[in-house]
C-alpha cells in the first residue's frame, strides 16, 4: 500500500507492507539508519523514534498505524551539525562508548527533558530509562547529563 | 617523555562522540549498498544428530535466489590449538544452531523463503547437554574423531570429551594437605553463562573482487578473521582483506571470526555484495557465550592464616567445538590460582565438549566465575580458622618477590596498599543501616586479572600539515582506546595535541598482524608499537629541525607543535614546517614500529597445557560493596560499590572510568540478573530480552573509584589495560556480601531473586559434581589416552 | 519468517465497520500493536488481516461519571495512568497502567489489549481491573453486551472471535486501593507475580469488604477469595497481612517460566500481599 508520513519535516510517500516496522521503513525506505533494530520487542529502546512528539518503539509500530502522523528521528532533532542540549550534555559528560543506544536514547532524553513528565531527580530519570537498555556505561552519566538539562532547563 | 608532554594530551575527549550522538556514525549494520544480496542461515534445530540427506537444489531455483553453499564450499577446520571446527556441518550436526547451509537473495525474505525449500533429514544421535553428562561413563563422543584432528598447538593433554586440559603441580601438595595442624576446607561452585548481548549483533558484508575477498565486518579481530576465513575457505590469507567499521559493541562476542567466512562464499558464487546480520534470536542462541563452569575448590591452611596447600579442577564447557575455552584453561592457574601466596598448588583446568552452542570470549574470560570461586572459598576459610576476611586477605594477598601459581615471582606490593586504600575509600562513605527489615552485607574481594600481550604492528605517517597518521590494525568497538590512548600516545611523543593525530579504522591490507582488540591490550600491545613508531618519526623531525636549525639535534625540544632549541622559545620552526621540509629534501617522513609479549618466565616443569605460562604485566582490582537482601522475595539490592582499580599510569582518567562504570554494571548482570542456560531440546532457553535480562537505569549506582598508579607495567608510559578488569570481581563481591546478609553458602551466580530465595528457605540444592573425582589424579586425562 | 503474503491493516472511522470487516476477512483487531508485533519471535503466523482500532474515537475516550468510569479498549497504559491521576480510589490501576513494562510500550499498548490477550499471564491491568470487580463491554454483530471481567477471563478465548472489545467500565465506590507488582529487576520488565487489592476501610483502620486478585502467577490473573475472607476485620497492617496469606497458598499453582519457576511465584504472594496493604495505610 502507498504510506504517507511526515518524516522529520518532510512529507513522503513510499509504498510498504502495511505490518512493516517503522524502523524498517525508516532504515530501508529513507536512509534513516541512525534507529537501531536491536531487540525487535520493545525492551532496548535503540529504535526510538518521536511520533507526534511522543516516544514511540518503531520496531513494535506497523507503518500503516502511522499513517499521515508526524515522525521524528534522531537525524532529524538537528538542523546541520549543531547538536541539541541533550546532545551537547552527553558529550559533555563523556557518556559514549559504543554508542548503539544512544540515537533512541536522545531521542527519550529530549522527551524527558522538555516535556514536563519527569521530576528532576535520579530516581525518577533512571526510572523513565528502564526502556532503554545500554550495555557500555552503566548508566550513571547518562542520568548526570539528562540532569544537567533538566537543571539548565530551570535556570 | 616530559610530565608536561603526557599533561598536555590527557583527558582527551572522544571524536567519535558527536556522530554517535547525531545518529551519523555507521555500523556495519547500516551499511547497504544498491544491488546488495542479502543472506540467511540454515541453522541445526537438534543438538545432535547425522545429517542423512541435504539437498539445496531446490532452494536454489527459488525466486531472487543468487547463490546457495554447504560444507561442500568451505573444505578446512579452523580452532584455537586443535582445528575442530568446520564452517557447516558436513555429516553431523552437533548443536542448535549449527549453521548446515547459507543462501543469498534478491532480499531477506526470499533468502529465508529459500532455506524453507532446503531438504535436510537429520537422523537424531544422543545428545550430552552438560558437562556431568559428558564426563560421564560411556558417554557419546561429541567428536568420535577427535583424535584425528590437526593440533596447532602442542602440550595440552586431551581425550574423549575433553577438548584440552591444562594443569599446574607446583610444591608437595599431598604433604601440605596430610599435615596434621592443618585445617582443609573444600568448596564446590557452579555458574551459568553470560551472553554479551552487544547491541549491535555479528554482521558483516562482503565483496569478491579482482581475484580477492573484501570483508567488512564487525570484529574485534580483523586478522583472525582474515586468517581463519582463508583456512575454511581453504584460499591463501593474501586473498582476503579485512575492514572494519565502527563496531557496536563487543565484549569478547567479536574476539573470533563468525559470519564472515559465510558472506565470502556467497559474495564469490554470486559475485555481488552479500550482508549477512544476525537475528536477535540467533545472537541469542549461539553468541559465544561466557561458558558455565564447575569448580571444586580444596585448601589446607596453616594454624598461621598461612595457605599450605591447595588443588582445584575447573570444568569449562566449551560448547561444541574448543574455541576460546581451550586456550582459556589457561587462565585458571593466573585466577583460582591467583591472589594468595601458596605453598604447593596443583589445579586442572578442562574445556568438556558438549552438544550446545559454542561458547568464547566475554571480558575478563575465565576470570571472572573463578575469582568468585576463590574469593567465596577464602570467606569460608577465614571463617572455619576463625579470622577475621579482611586480616586473611591482608595476610596472604600476593606481594613483591612472591610466587604465584606457575611460579612465576611477581614484582612490587600491589595488592595490599590497594586493600588500604579501599578501607579508606569506604571509611569516607559507611555502610547504610537498614529500617526495612532487609538484611545487610558487605564485603571486600581482591582479583588478578592481567593484559593479554602479544603481537601488534604500527606504522605513523608524518604529514607536512603537521597532522600524522596513525595506522594499526587496532578496532574501535567503544571502550574509546582507539579516539583516545593511541592518539594520546603519538601526540605526546611527537609534541602534537591529540586532535593532530589521524587513526586509521583497522584495514588488513594497510598495517600489519594484530591479535585483536580485547585483553585489555590495545593501549598496551598497540599503544607500545605506536610509540615505537612516533619515537622513530621523532627521530627523523629532530634530524631534519638540527639541518634548519643548525643546532645538534640532542639541544632541540618538541612540544606543543613546534621544534625549539632548548631554552630559547621562537628560536625554532613549526612541526608542519619541519615536516614540509623533510619531506622535500629526503621523503615523507614516517617511523614504523612493532610490539610482542615479553615472555615473563614460569618456574620450569610446573606447568602443562598453558598457552601463558605467566603474566607479563598483571592487573590487580580491589571491590568492596553493600548490599540489601530481602528475605520474603529474594531481590538483592547494591546500595554502594567500591572499586580499587590497578591501572599502573592513567593517561585518560575520565576515560577509565567509565570503563569501570561499565565493566562493575555488567558484571552486576553476571551477579544477579543475567542467567542463560541450555533446555532439555539442547536450545539455549533466554532467546529475548526479555527473558534475558541485563540491569537496566534502575538497578546501577554510581561506582566510588580510585585508581592505583605506579605498579610495576611494561605498557607503554607505564599504563596497564584498564577496561577489562572492571567486571573481574563484581560477581565475587556481590556473592561474598550475600553470604554475609544472609549467613547461607553461597556457591551459584547469577543470584536471582528465585535463587536467592530458595536460599534463604533452605531449599537451595549445593552444587554436586560426581564427575569431578575425588582423588586430584583422577581428573587428569593421561596424555594420549 | 515473514509470511508469503504480507497481512493487511484495514483502518475504519466506526464500530461498525471495523465489526463488519472482522465477519469479512478473518481479520483480527489490532491496537497498540505490541502483542501482535512480535508474533514471529513466538513463532505464530500473522492473521490474514487486521482491523486497526486507532481511527474509531469513541474508543481512546475514559469517561468519568459520579458512579463509574469507563474506559475505551484503545485507551494507552499511559493514557490511562494520566486520566486516573485526580482520583485516589483508583490508585492500584493507576499504579498498574503506570508501571507496566515500559514508558514507550505503556503509550503504544492498550487497555484492550492487555485484556483480550489470553496468552500474556504478566498483564498487570487484569487484576488491577478484577478487584474493582470490572465489566466489559463486548461488541459482535448481534450488538454489544456487558460480561462481567471474571467470567470474560474464563472464556475470552471463545467470546472474541468476531468481536470486539470496547470498553471497561468500573463502579467508583470509594474504596482504597493497591497494586503489588514483582518484576525480578527494579522495573522494566513484566512482574512474575501480582497482587491487587480493593478494600473497604472502616473508622477503626479495620478490613471489611476486600478483593483481592493475584495475576501472572497462574496462566490467568484470579481473585484469592481464601485472603479475602482472612482479612475481613483485621487491621490494615502490612506484616500481620504477609503472616495471614502465609496459610493460604494451597490453592496456587504457579506456572512455570524461563524468567521464574512456579513455585517462585507463589512463595512472594505473602510479601506482595503484605506490601499492598501497607500501601493502604499509607493511603
Known amino acids: ?155 | ?785 | 519468517m515473514r509470511p508469503e503474503t504480507p497481512p493487511e491493516i484495514l483502518l475504519p472511522a466506526t464500530l461498525g465497520e471495523a465489526l463488519a470487516s472482522l465477519g469479512e476477512r478473518a481479520a483480527a483487531p489490532l491496537a497498540g500493536g505490541t502483542w501482535v508485533m512480535r508474533a514471529p519471535l513466538r513463532r505464530e503466523p500473522f492473521a490474514p488481516a487486521y482491523v486497526g482500532l486507532s481511527r474509531i474515537p469513541e474508543l481512546s475516550l475514559v469517561e468519568v461519571t459520579d458512579d463509574a468510569i469507563a474506559i475505551g479498549a484503545a485507551v494507552t497504559h499511559a493514557d490511562l495512568a494520566n486520566a486516573l491521576a485526580g482520583f485516589p480510589e483508583f490508585a492500584g490501576l493507576r499504579l498498574a497502567a503506570g508501571s507496566s513494562a515500559n514508558p514507550a510500550v505503556r503509550s503504544a499498548a492498550t487497555v484492550g489489549g492487555n485484556l483480550c490477550t489470553a496468552d500474556f499471564a504478566a498483564a498487570d491491568l487484569v487484576p488491577a481491573l478484577l478487584c474493582l470487580d470490572a465489566t466489559v463491554e463486548l461488541a459482535g454483530p448481534a450488538g454489544s453486551r456487558l460480561i462481567p471481567l471474571a467470567d470474560f477471563l474464563a472464556q475470552r478465548t471463545g467470546l472474541l472471535p468476531g468481536h470486539i472489545l470496547t470498553k471497561v467500565v468500573v463502579a467508583r465506590t470509594g474504596q482504597r486501593t493497591a497494586h503489588a507488582r514483582l518484576p525480578l529487576r527494579k522495573a522494566g520488565d513484566y512482574p512474575v507475580a501480582i497482587v491487587s487489592v480493593a478494600m473497604r476501610v472502616d473508622a477503626m483502620e479495620r478490613i471489611g469488604a476486600a478483593r483481592i486478585a493475584v495475576g501472572s502467577v497462574e496462566a490467568t490473573a484470579r481473585r484469592w477469595t481464601g485472603l479475602e475472607d482472612a482479612l475481613l476485620g483485621e487491621p490494615l497492617d502490612g506484616a500481620r497481612t504477609t503472616g495471614i496469606a502465609g496459610s493460604l497458598l494451597a490453592s496456587f499453582n504457579g506456572r512455570d517460566g524461563v524468567e521464574a519457576p512456579g513455585w517462585y511465584r507463589v512463595r512472594v504472594l505473602p510479601a506482595l500481599a503484605g506490601r499492598a496493604v501497607a500501601s493502604l495505610v499509607a493511603a
Open chain 2, 1 to 785: 617523555m616530559s610530565e608536561t608532554a603526557e599533561k598536555a594530551v590527557q583527558d582527551f575527549r572522544r571524536r567519535d562522540a558527536r556522530d554517535k550522538l547525531l545518529g551519523r556514525t555507521r555500523y556495519t549494520i547500516d551499511r547497504g549498498a544498491a544491488g546488495m544480496l542479502h543472506a540467511a542461515l540454515l541453522r541445526s534445530d537438534v543438538p545432535s544428530g547425522r545429517i542423512a540427506r541435504l539437498d539445496v537444489s531446490a532452494a536454489a531455483r527459488m525466486p531472487g535466489v543468487r547463490a546457495v553453499v554447504t560444507h561442500e564450499d568451505a573444505p578446512g577446520r579452523a580452532g584455537l590449538g586443535i582445528a575442530d571446527h568446520p564452517l557447516f556441518a558436513t555429516d553431523v550436526v552437533r548443536y542448535c544452531g549449527e549453521p548446515i547451509a547459507a543462501v543469498a537473495a534478491e532480499s531477506e525474505a526470499e533468502a529465508r523463503a529459500a532455506l524453507a525449500a532446503i531438504t535436510v533429514d537429520i537422523e537424531p544421535l544422543p545428545a550430552v547437554l552438560d558437562m556431568g553428562a559428558s564426563l560421564a561413563e560411556d558417554a557419546p563422543l561429541v567428536h568420535p574423531g577427535w583424535q584425528g584432528y590437526e593440533v596447532l598447538t602442542q602440550g595440552g593433554a586431551r581425550g574423549g570429551n575433553v577438548a584440552w586440559e591444562a594443569s599446574v603441580d607446583r610444591g608437595d601438595v599431598d604433604a601440605a594437605f596430610a599435615r596434621s595442624d592443618v585445617t582443609v576446607v573444600e568448596s564446590s561452585f557452579r555458574v551459568g553463562r553470560q551472553n554479551h548481548l552487544s547491541l549491535e549483533p555479528r554482521a558483516v558484508v562482503a565483496n569478491y573482487e579482482d581475484g580477492r575477498y573484501h570483508i567488512e565486518t564487525s570484529t574485534q579481530v580483523p586478522w583472525t578473521v582474515r586468517n581463519t576465513t582463508a583456512t575454511l575457505l581453504g584460499v591463501p590469507a593474501s586473498a582476503i582483506r579485512v575492514t572494519v567499521p565502527p563496531v557496536g559493541g563487543g565484549f569478547g562476542l567479536k574476539f573470533d571470526c563468525a559470519l564472515e567466512p559465510f558472506a565470502a562464499l556467497l559474495a564469490r558464487k554470486s559475485g555481488r555484495t552479500v550482508r549477512l546480520v544476525n537475528s536477535r534470536e540467533e545472537e541469542m542462541l549461539t553468541c559465544l557465550f561466557r561458558e558455565n563452569a564447575e569448580i571444586r575448590i580444596r585448601s589446607a591452611v596453616a594454624p598461621d592464616g598461612s595457605i599450605a596447600g591447595r588443588e582445584a579442577v575447573v570444568l569449562m564447557d566449551c560448547g561444541a567445538y574448543g574455541g576460546e575455552q581451550v586456550f582459556l584453561t589457561t587462565m585458571t592457574a593466573h585466577t583460582l590460582g591467583g591472589n594468595y601466596r601458596l605453598g604447593a598448588v596443583r589445579i586442572v583446568s578442562r574445556a568438556v565438549y558438549t552438544n550446545t552452542a559454542p561458547n568464547g570470549a566475554f571480558r575478563a574470560c575465565n576470570g571472572v566465575y573463578n575469582t568468585f570461586a576463590l574469593e567465596r572459598h577464602t570467606d569460608e576459610i577465614a571463617a572455619a580458622i576463625g579470622m577475621a576476611p579482611e586480616a586473611f586477605r591482608f595476610k596472604n594477598v600476593i606481594g613483591d618477590g612472591d610466587l604465584g601459581a606457575t611460579g612465576q615471582v611477581f614484582e612490587g606490593d600491589v595488592l595490599a596498599p590497594m586493600l588500604e586504600k579501599m578501607a579508606a575509600l569506604r571509611a569516607k562513605d559507611p555502610s547504610p543501616q537498614l529500617t526495612d527489615g532487609r538484611l545487610s552485607g558487605r564485603a571486600t574481594t581482591v582479583g588478578t586479572w592481567f593484559v593479554f600481550t602479544g603481537p601488534s604492528a604500527a606504522t605513523v605517517n608524518m604529514n607536512a600539515d603537521g597532522s600524522a597518521t596513525l595506522v594499526t590494525s587496532g578496532v574501535e568497538i567503544g571502550s574509546g582506546s582507539m579516539m583516545q590512548a593511541l592518539p594520546q600516545i603519538v601526540a605526546a611523543t611527537l609534541g602534537l595535541t591529540p586532535d593532530k593525530v589521524v587513526v586509521r579504522a583497522a584495514d588488513t591490507d594497510a598495517a600489519g598482524y594484530d591479535v585483536g582488540v580485547g585483553g585489555g591490550r590495545t593501549t598496551v600491545s598497540l599503544g607500545a608499537a605506536s610509540r615505537t613508531a612516533a619515537i622513530e618519526v621523532r627521530t627523523k623531525l629532530l634530524k631534519v629541525a638540527s639541518d634548519m636549525l643548525e643546532a645538534a639535534a640532542e639541544d632541540l625540544v618538541i612540544a606543543d607543535g613546534r621544534i625549539e632549541i632548548a631554552g630559547a622559545k621562537g628560536s625554532g620552526a613549526t612541526i608542519a614546517e619541519v615536516a614540509s621540509h623533510g619531506q622535500m629534501r629526503f621523503g615523507p617522513l614516517s617511523g614504523t614500529g612493532s610490539f610482542a609479549a615479553a615472555g615473563t618466565p614460569a618456574m620450569a616443569g610446573c606447568c602443562a597445557g598453558h598457552f601463558i605460562e605467566a603474566l607479563d604485566i598483571p592487573v590487580f582490582a580491589v571491590h568492596d560493596c553493600d548490599v540489601a537482601v530481602d528475605p520474603l522475595t529474594g531481590h538483592v539490592e547494591v546500595l554502594a560499590y567500591r572499586v580499587v582499580q590497578d591501572v599502573g599510569r592513567a593517561l585518560n582518567p575520565s576515560a577509565i572510568f567509565g570503563q569501570i562504570q561499565g565493566g562493575v554494571v555488567q558484571g552486576l548482570g553476571y551477579a544477579l540478573h543475567e542467567e542463560a542456560d541450555v533446555g532439555p531440546d539442547g536450545h539455549i532457553r533466554q532467546k529475548s530480552f526479555e527473558t534475558y535480562r541485563v540491569p537496566l537505569a534502575g538497578d546501577v549506582v554510581p561506582v566510588a573509584i580510585e585508581l592505583h598508579e605506579g605498579a610495576p607495567s611494561i605498557g607503554p608510559l607505564g599504563t596497564k589495560g584498564a577496561g577489562e578488569v572492571p567486571i573481574l570481581n563484581v560477581g565475587a563481591t556481590v556473592a561474598c556480601a550475600v553470604a554475609n546478609a544472609t549467613g547461607k553458602t553461597v556457591s551459584e551466580l547469577p543470584l536471582t531473586p528465585p535463587r536467592v530465595l530458595a536460599l534463604l528457605i533452605d531449599e537451595a540444592q549445593a552444587p554436586v559434581f560426581p564427575h569431578i573425582r575425588d582423588r586430584h589424579a583422577d581428573n587428569l586425562t593421561a596424555p594420549g589416552r
Open chain 1, 1 to 155: 500500500m502507498t504510506i504517507r508520513l511526515t518524516v522529520n519535516g518532510e512529507t513522503r510517500e513510499f509504498a510498504a507492507a502495511p505490518m512493516t516496522p517503522l524502523v524498517d521503513v525508516l532504515r530501508d525506505g529513507l536512509h534513516l539508519t541512525g534507529a537501531k533494530p536491536v531487540c525487535r520487542e520493545g525492551f532496548c529502546g535503540a529504535c526510538m523514534v518521536l511520533v507526534d512528539a511522543v516516544p514511540t518503539v518503531a520496531c513494535l509500530t506497523p507503518v500503516a498505524l502511522v499513517e499521515g502522523r508526524d515522525i521524528e528521528t534522531v537525524e532529524g532533532l538537528t538542523s546541520g551539525e549543531s547538536p541539541t542540549p541533550v546532545q551537547a550534555a552527553l558529550e559533555e559528560h563523556d557518556a559514549v562508548q559504543c554508542g548503539m543506544c544512544f540515537p533512541g536514547m536522545v531521542v527519550a532524553l529530549t522527551h524527558l527533558t522538555t516535556s514536563g513528565t519527569c521530576e528532576p531527580n535520579r530516581a525518577a530519570v533512571k526510572e523513565a530509562l528502564v526502556g532503554n537498555v545500554c550495555r557500555c556505561t552503566g548508566y550513571e552519566r547518562i542520568v548526570d547529563a539528562a540532569l544537567a538539562v533538566m537543571e539548565a532547563g530551570h535556570e
